[in-house]
């Protein structure tokens, strides 16, 4: 691949993935496999290892994806909560043991295998038995404060009876759901109406999220611990840690397992294979950890995850049907999905008819023909997935999958950005599906919150004609409604009652119901912390979007196109007529306040007063690009505690500037 199209690449998998991670870790979806986000991820890491020097700062790679919601505090981690690497191959299960073992040499090495559950991460804090704090992972350097919630949390102590409990010590573990308490949920949830939840880890992360989280539903949240820190304790093993973690009342899966040679460890991914389907805890892989904690100490850890660990995940299972034929459905900002048509056929339990194929690139990839025989993956997620066609030969007379060219709703030739994979329908103020989910976005909980219109209402207003853009609900009167059947009064009241209470939600609402590709809710609220108001989201340059915290080019693009459109220019006329809010309360930095543009900093050590995350994004947000290596163009090398000597030895080779701790906050400070 030629440097240019690496770039290109490498900054495509960027935000895709750290959209994804958006999607999963602030609103608990998501609308991908765990496998296929896995190698999503592996594709980057392995064009980032060829041309490191276009690694963005961003990069997901080299963070972890999830940021602290803002409805619990934030607190930072004693030590950092990292990840794991992680592999679907038995081979480099094999390597990982082997380059163990050569890094250790003339030691001998035993490992403790464990179960990898499929849960959300959880840091306990014990002080003289107490249960003081429970943090989830957050980013690994700082999650939210879910101690509340942590009370109705099945197996977390409130206090250790054991009589030899030191005076303070964290155990970290995982939160989940059991199989059967999830299908409960989901039942219910069917019974009301509300749509059903994807998989047990979505509905453990998004019951945490619920702020004063009651008895009922966060009874049905189990947890495992798996790690054990003491201060000052004489601590040699990993099994000792887990063994007093027993002893002292905590919950421990029974499921783990010592082993000192390769195939030991084998043996244990194989039974777990087949036996995880009995678990009421699902887990997605195995963990394998070398057992001695000197010699975790020796391997050390990448940024992200430690080098004395690896998790082997279980490839999802496969199935193999017949494609029927391929429909195209028009999304809400105007992207093209195509939808496969399958023979029936069951997977994991649910008949499976329909499966999305992603995007007409895709389909060229796959070089699908109608009739082909086709895998079907499913894993957690509700809609499966095609993976690939069986490579049989294939009848002459088979069709290749028709690729459209116009939208299939309204006719309008399709576009695809050159770098985009996805065909997207411009025709957005003509489109009906496109006007109708636009729509039903604007009024949406997340959105504008009008919860006396539903979809169905959204419909109706939509074909009789009295609503075609969200500016049009804001004159509706109560009249308009008199000619329709199946609107009483009462609920024609609610309805506009519930319109006009819309106009005092706040602005970063606002932003969001515009419904602006790529902008989902958490960016939205930055995007409104950042500007302020509507009038500088709508003249921020690509640039000055860029610099704020999650954008990236592709969002500052699409920001920038949704105002360059006439008719969304006079959508938000319109809702600005109506006294919708345009502005936050008290507007932050303006993306104009730039005085670090154009400044090329890396970070390297550990300092007193910043958290390198936060730096990282304190020198965005004032303008600055935070890159990973030194090189001659760089402009400042930030050293603090324990800097890089190599960084430091480059950075003075070429007489780049090397800002301490107190240069760096009176720079921040200007
Ligand atoms: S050890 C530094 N053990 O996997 C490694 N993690 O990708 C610390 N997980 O955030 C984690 N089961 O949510 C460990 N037996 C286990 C685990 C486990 C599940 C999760 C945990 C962690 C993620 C790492």
Not at 419 to 444: E, S, Y
Not at 465 to 477: C, E, F, G, M, S
Request: proline fraction near 6%; hydrophobic fraction near 40%.
């Amino acid at each position: 691949m030629d440097p240019r199209a690496a770039q290109q690449e490498i900054q495509r998998l960027t935000e895709l993935i750290n959209q994804h991670n958006q999607l999963y870790y602030q609103e608990a979806r998501s609308n991908i496999s765990d496998y296929a986000f896995d190698h999503l991820l592996a594709e980057l890491q392995a064009l980032e290892n060829r041309f490191p020097q276009y690694r963005l700062p961003d990069s997901p790679t080299q963070i972890l994806g999830e940021t602290p919601t803002q409805d619990f505090a934030t607190v930072y981690h004693e030590t950092p909560m990292l990840s794991l690497s992680n592999t679907y191959s038995a081979d480099e299960v094999a390597q990982f043991v082997q380059r163990v073992q050569k890094q250790l040499p003339n030691e001998s090495v035993t490992f403790f295998c464990e179960l990898k559950f499929d849960g959300v991460a959880v840091s306990l804090v014990y002080e003289a038995g107490q249960l003081m704090r429970v943090v989830t992972r957050g980013d690994g350097l700082k999650g939210d404060d879910i101690t509340q919630n942590a009370l109705y949390i099945q197996h977390i102590p409130q206090v250790l009876q054991h009589p030899a409990i030191p005076p303070k010590l964290e155990a970290r573990g995982e939160v989940f759901m059991t199989r059967s308490a999830f299908e409960k949920l989901n039942q219910d949830r069917i019974a009301q109406g509300v749509e059903p939840l994807a998989n047990p880890r979505n509905a453990t992360a998004g019951t945490l999220k619920t702020r004063k989280l009651q008895r009922g539903p966060a009874r049905t949240l189990d947890c495992y611990l798996y790690s054990l820190r003491v201060p000052d304790w004489d601590l040699h093993t990993h099994a000792q840690g887990i063994a007093l973690l027993e002893q002292w009342g905590f919950n421990v899966s029974p499921t783990y397992q010592p082993c000192t040679t390769l195939a030991e460890i084998l043996d244990y991914i194989d039974h777990w294979q087949q036996a995880r389907k009995e678990l009421e805890v699902g887990i997605d892989g195995i963990v394998i950890k070398v057992n001695q904690l000197a010699q975790q100490d020796q391997l050390r850890c990448t940024a992200k995850s430690p080098r004395w660990a690896i998790a082997y995940k279980y490839a999802p299972t496969h199935v193999t049907t017949v494609l029927q034929d391929v429909a195209y459905r028009v999304g809400r900002t105007g992207v093209i999905t195509p939808v496969a048509h399958l023979a029936p056929i069951l997977l994991e339990g649910t008949v499976v008819k329909k499966a999305s194929l992603h995007n007409a690139a895709e389909i060229a990839r796959l070089q699908l023909h109608l009739g082909d025989t086709v895998f079907i993956e499913k894993r957690g997620d509700i809609i499966p997935k095609i993976t690939g066609v069986q490579p049989t030969a294939r009848r002459p007379d088979r069709k290749p999958v028709p690729i459209p060219t116009h939208c299939p709703a309204c006719s309008t030739p399709l576009v695809r950005p050159r770098t985009q994979r996805v065909q997207h329908c411009p025709n957005r103020p003509g489109c009906t599906p496109q006007k109708k989910a636009m729509l039903t976005h604007f009024v949406h909980k997340k959105a504008m919150d009008i919860q006396a219109i539903g979809e169905q209402t959204v419909d109706r207003l939509f074909e009789e004609k009295l609503v075609q853009t969200p500016a049009d609900l804001y004159i509706l009167r109560e009249e308009d409604f008199y000619p329709l059947a199946g609107f009483r009064k009462l609920a024609i009241q609610h309805i506009l009652q519930g319109i006009a209470a819309s106009k005092q939600q706040p602005f970063a609402r606002v932003l969001f119901a515009l419904g602006i590709r790529h902008i989902g809710s958490v960016v939205a609220g930055k995007l409104a912390d950042h500007c302020g108001s509507m009038d500088q989201v709508a003249q921020a340059s690509v640039e000055d979007l860029m610099a704020i915290p999650m954008i990236g080019l592709h969002m500052a693009q699409s920001i920038q196109m949704y105002f360059q459109t006439l008719d969304n220019r006079q959508l938000v006329d319109a809702l600005k007529q109506a006294g919708l809010r345009m502005h936050t309360a008290t507007p932050q930095l303006p993306p104009t306040h730039q005085p670090l543009a154009g400044k090329t900093f890396v970070i390297s050590g550990t300092f007193k007063n910043f958290d390198r995350e936060a730096l990282r994004q304190q020198l965005v947000a004032q303008g600055g690009q935070v890159v990973s290596s030194v090189s001659a163009k760089l402009n400042y090398l930030i050293a603090g505690r324990k800097a890089g000597p190599a960084k430091l030895d480059q950075a003075a080779k070429w007489g780049i500037t090397i800002l301490d701790e107190l240069t760096l906050t009176n720079l921040l400070a200007c």
